[in-house]
């Protein structure tokens, strides 16, 4: 342990289906399992695989091949038409299990979702724990099996449920993940496709360590923006937050006065008790915010608002003030003020509220 490795302390869950179409169709049509099995296309062989079963796996045979390629490589391969009906409602009844866990779902497709499970008591804060509990739950409920990835951010989560499929778990730990990125191929990096490994591998780039060894610079002037992604996700850094559904735009709360006010100390107090409301909604809902908004209106209607993000987020409803203070000097006073509002926006689930990891530097 080196005193400059700051513990990176999010949790993120994978959870990915097994072979999810192909399974459901299995678990329904019991003639069907241990059969090579593709969903999709029609038995002339035309249209394309949307899922393999493991058996028809063996011979080469994946999502997205044409239909006459998998029977190509596979000629007992059975093609079944698909019920996108019946695997939607499996899938909202897996989200119902993982809502039991945390509001923090972001769901790639309906077999495949990531969690953020941060700061959680359940199961003693594990989150191996968690995702194998997880898993048993959907067993229990559906009848189907789910491989899961437990890591620091969202990019080792999904790298690692591939790891022990089908049926399986593992887990990146901070201490394992420089080694592991490593020896990883640029191609399964995020964000990394055909064109880009490529272009990498002419640079003499093929793996993680490869990856880490190129300087930010030389990355940013190949690939932009792009580049600098790479660079952090080369270095165990993926800082892309767990997007739910629900999330709220913004978190505000505002009052017009029975008489139109112009002291400014009344004035203060009005807008720290907006402050203080829109502060407490925004903990309610285990939310934080990194941009707040003073927003007036002057006795003829007319408004005016001024805003300030920070890089870090607002965490105490008092350490707002001194920014909402400011706010309100930057605010023409030419009229008096009939309503004062303040917005909370730019916000992320409270359990992502962390230093800056620092990994392997
Ligand atoms: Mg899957």
Redesign the pocket.
């Known amino acids: 342990m080196t005193s400059s490795t700051t513990t990176p302390s999010r949790k993120i869950i994978h959870i990915?289906?097994?072979?999810?179409y192909a399974s459901v169709e299995q678990r329904d049509f019991p003639e069907l399992r241990g059969k090579p099995l593709v969903v999709g296309g029609d038995p002339n062989g035309r249209g394309v695989v949307a899922a393999a079963s493991y058996e028809v796996r063996k011979f080469g045979v994946r999502s997205a091949m044409s239909c006459y390629e998998a029977r190509r490589r596979c000629p007992d391969v059975i093609f079944v038409r698909p019920r996108f009906q019946v695997y939607r409602e499996v899938s909202s009844d897996i989200r119902s299990i993982m809502q039991r866990l945390t509001p923090h779902i972001e769901p790639l497709s309906l077999?495949?979702a990531y969690l953020d499970v941060t700061g959680l008591q359940a199961h003693r804060g594990s989150a191996t724990l968690m995702a194998n509990w997880l898993r048993a739950q959907i067993l229990e409920n559906t009848g189907l099996t789910a491989s899961a990835g437990v890591s620091f951010n969202k990019m080792l989560a999904k790298i690692a449920s591939d790891i022990n499929k089908p049926n399986g778990i593992a887990i990146i730990t901070p201490a394992d993940a420089e080694d592991f990125i490593s020896t990883l191929p640029i191609e399964r990096f995020h964000g990394i496709g055909k064109a880009t490994a490529k272009r990498l591998h002419a640079m003499g780039v093929s793996s993680g360590a490869d990856l880490r060894r190129l300087p930010a610079t030389t990355l940013l002037q190949e690939f932009g923006k792009r580049g600098q992604f790479y660079h952090d996700i080369a270095h165990g850094r993926d800082e892309r937050v767990v997007k739910s559904k629900r999330t709220h735009k913004s978190i505000g709360s505002e009052t017009t006065f029975r008489d139109n006010l112009d002291d400014n100390d009344e004035l203060r107090n009005q807008i720290y008790e907006q402050n203080d409301d829109a502060f407490n909604q925004m903990q309610k809902k285990q939310l934080i915010a990194h941009t707040i908004t003073l927003k007036v209106k002057y006795a003829d209607f007319t408004q005016i608002t001024r805003s300030h993000t920070l890089s870090s987020a607002f965490s105490r409803a008092e350490s707002a003030h001194y920014w909402l203070d400011k706010l309100f000097l930057d605010i023409p006073r030419h009229l008096p003020i009939r309503l004062v509002g303040v917005t909370f926006s730019s916000l992320a689930p409270a359990t992502q509220q962390l230093p800056q990891l620092k990994l392997f530097e």
């Open positions: 990915d289906m097994d072979a999810f077999d495949e």
